[in-house]
């Protein structure tokens, strides 16, 4: 999958790996750090949550700018990192010092949002950079694709750090995880902080009251907590928080992983690190004839109408993606059923399907024709130990394993991180036939294959009229054509973005790429308003009407955005 890509490629894989695990990281358990620390209903929080998603997606126009006209990708990239790192640290701070307010969480988030900004769009500019020489040029789209690969790598064992890291923190006071309890202890600490006191009294007047003391004390009795229900309702929380707080932690860890990666092996990159003015600058002090690429300011106008036309339309494919996080997440709570089989309950414990997962791989080496003898052996040393923990994972699950919906979130990072290398695969084979279609159609059918996934929903809201909730296999089903959907059109179209951009805005039209994603996000949140209004079959129908008129639309403009490309060649 890597022959013929150069090895800066490696450099920007694992280094963006790296951030992403530790906003990844941040991410899953940011909400509940708020509803724990502070009390927030979900309302609150989602305002938090949704002003850092747009920060982080639109702030990449700025960090462009600044590396395109002074500090160049690198020096950009690195200083984006060591600002991410401090806002980590920010992040974590009032879980270990008793800062109060939250003043100092908007200031972290603005910090972490400008790190990324100087951070994420120009590690995507210096990787089609890298592109930009003949030799590796072919493979520009297949870069992308395994650039791509990394950010889902991080996603899927980010949130397996965050929860590990909580239960590691709770088990050290002697508490276990439970969710109701920080929501009823901020409730009674606000409302009742003396309520344990008068419990008795207050019982035949206060009902619910008195059932949120009931609650808390059972929580006290199973984790075997001696205090009184004030010394639970201050310590708990504060533990719980503490225990956030060392996941937050672990993000800034993770930026100076990615800063050492980025920085050791910079001789991969550095021949691709310059900029078009670094060019002209370099070539007035030395006296000689600049090699910056010029570009009159026509063809400029016309890769940027090009740049903006496909900008357009990934707003509307994350508006429809990211229902994924929203509505397909409620859809899983209340439409799906929650009660299955053992062998379904295999792709929700990741403890069986990552062994499962490896048994498959090892089965493809040690059956594959071509396969050499050391490889073969170790395909079925994989395909034997793969199957014995799945095994025994399997055998450790309730008779009816119930699943809880947040779980549907892993199969998205899952089929990126092994469909990648078949969409490569099937790429390069149709490059070699001289099939492959260029980035644009790769582009079109991606919003086209969207349209796909959410017709699945829409059929499966006609058949809910006849019973009371759907198989997991909608959902899974529906995900598994999104991520197909995804690899053809993000990784593709940042390519697209890294190719057509004119050379002295490069930084800045990744982050324009970025930019659309930061619309598409505040569109996600007002398309899912619609979710309590309309009926279920009629907004996944707006959602596959509004994907297929994107696809008709990338197709129809397919001539302009074509001759971008190709005039950049």
């Not at 790598?153 to 890291?165: D, H, K």
């Not at 009294?201 to 929580?219: A, E, H, P, R």
């Not at 260029?438 to 929903?457: C, D, N």
């Amino acid at each position: 999958m890597l022959k013929g890509h150069p090895k800066g490629l490696l450099v920007a894989f694992f280094a963006n790996m790296g951030e992403r695990f530790g906003y990844y990281t941040m991410l899953a358990i940011f909400v509940l750090y708020l509803q724990a620390n502070f009390g927030f209903s979900t309302s609150q929080a989602g305002d938090y949550y949704g002003g850092f998603l747009f920060g982080i997606y639109f702030l990449p126009i700025l960090g462009g700018i600044i590396a395109d006209r002074w500090l160049g990708y690198g020096k950009t990239i690195i200083l984006g990192t060591i600002i991410m790192f401090a806002g980590y640290m920010m992040l974590a701070s009032p879980g270990f010092f008793d800062f109060t307010g939250t003043a100092i969480i908007i200031a972290s988030l603005f910090v972490i949002s400008l790190g990324t900004g100087l951070f994420k769009g120009n590690l995507q500019a210096l990787v089609g950079k890298l592109y930009d020489d003949p030799q590796f040029a072919p493979n520009r789209d297949n870069a992308f694709n395994i650039f791509y690969m990394g950010i889902n790598i991080g996603a899927f064992f980010a949130p397996t750090a965050a929860t590990g890291v909580v239960n590691w923190v709770l088990g050290g006071k002697g508490f276990s995880y439970e969710s109701s309890a920080p929501h009823l202890a901020n409730l009674q600490k606000s409302a009742h902080p003396f309520l344990d006191k008068m419990t008795t009294t207050l019982s035949s007047n206060f009902d619910g009251v008195v059932t949120y003391t009931g609650k808390l004390q059972g929580f006290m009795s199973e984790m075997g907590f001696d205090g009184s229900l004030t010394d639970f309702i201050t310590t708990y929380p504060k533990t719980l928080s503490t225990g956030y707080s060392s996941g937050f932690a672990i993000a800034a860890m993770s930026m100076i992983v990615s800063l050492i990666i980025f920085t050791v092996f910079r001789k991969h990159y550095k021949h691709a690190d310059v900029t078009e003015k670094q060019k002209e600058a370099a070539a007035a002090a030395a006296g000689t004839k600049s090699e910056a690429v010029k570009m009159t300011k026509e063809e400029e106008k016309k890769r940027l109408v090009a740049l903006g036309l496909v900008f357009i339309t990934v707003a509307f494919f994350w508006m429809a993606f990211h229902q994924n996080g929203f509505t397909l997440t409620i859809f899983a709570r209340d439409y799906t059923v929650s009660e299955v089989s053992k062998l379904t309950y295999i792709f929700f414990d990741l403890r069986a399907f990552l062994p499962l997962l490896a048994a498959v791989g090892g089965l493809i080496f040690l059956l594959r024709p071509k396969s050499s003898s050391k490889a073969r052996t170790i395909g079925g040393i994989f395909a034997i130990v793969g199957a014995a923990l799945g095994y025994w994972a399997y055998s450790t699950f309730d008779a009816n394993p119930t699943i809880e919906p947040q779980l549907f979130q892993h199969f998205n990072p899952i089929f990126i991180v092994f469909l990648t290398p078949v969409i490569v695969g099937f790429f390069t084979w149709l490059r070699k036939n001289g099939k492959e279609p260029s980035s644009p159609r790769k582009i079109g059918m991606g919003m086209f294959l969207t349209a796909l996934g959410f017709a699945v929903m829409l059929y499966g809201a006609f058949k809910l009229q006849s019973m009371t909730g759907l198989n997991p296999y909608w959902l899974i089903g529906t995900y598994f054509t999104l991520t197909i959907a995804e690899l053809f059109l993000s990784p593709i179209g940042i390519s697209f973005v890294s190719k057509v951009a004119p050379p002295r805005f490069v930084g800045l039209a990744q982050g324009g790429w970025l930019g659309a994603t930061a619309i598409g996000n505040l569109l996600a949140g007002l398309v899912g308003k619609l979710w309590d209004i309309v009926e279920l079959w009629q907004f996944f129908a707006l959602l596959v009407a509004l994907t297929v008129l994107s696809g008709i639309f990338i197709f129809s403009i397919m001539r302009i955005l074509e001759n971008a490309t190709k005039s950049s060649n």
